[in-house]
């Protein structure tokens, strides 16, 4: 779980490319977590957010950047995120098969390879 969370902190600001759904959900799990626990340390320290404040700043940039490759992961254009309720279907929905104009299939990289081989 946790690796799916640092791959999207290695990948800050990659907009490009695709991501599965179990790293972008592991990912949002994983943010949620920390921002309830940094939550209890902002109250418990009579901070106003102050130290949650700065995680979700740091967090903002990886968090629009996954959620944009995993729009492309179902090949949807990362414009999809801004249309409510619509964009959690769309988190849902399984990868493309094949690679599509963002790039190969994270699940099965190897397979998308051997497809070009055939025709």
Request: hydrophobic share 45%; glycine share 6%.
């Amino acid at each position: 779980m946790m690796n799916y969370y640092l791959t999207v902190l290695k990948k800050y600001a990659q907009f490009d490319g695709r991501s599965r759904r179990s790293e972008f959900w592991y990912f949002v799990l994983v943010n949620w977590i920390i921002s309830i626990a940094l939550n209890f340390v902002d109250k418990s320290m009579e901070l106003p957010g102050l130290v949650g404040g700065i995680y979700s700043l740091a967090v903002f940039i990886p968090n629009i950047a996954v959620s944009i490759r995993r729009m492309h992961d179902i090949g949807k254009s990362g414009w999809f995120i801004l249309i409510p309720f619509y964009n959690i279907y769309l988190f849902t929905i399984d990868s493309e098969q094949g690679t599509n104009e963002y790039g190969p299939n994270p699940k099965n990289p190897e397979m998308d390879t051997l497809d070009h081989l055939v025709d």
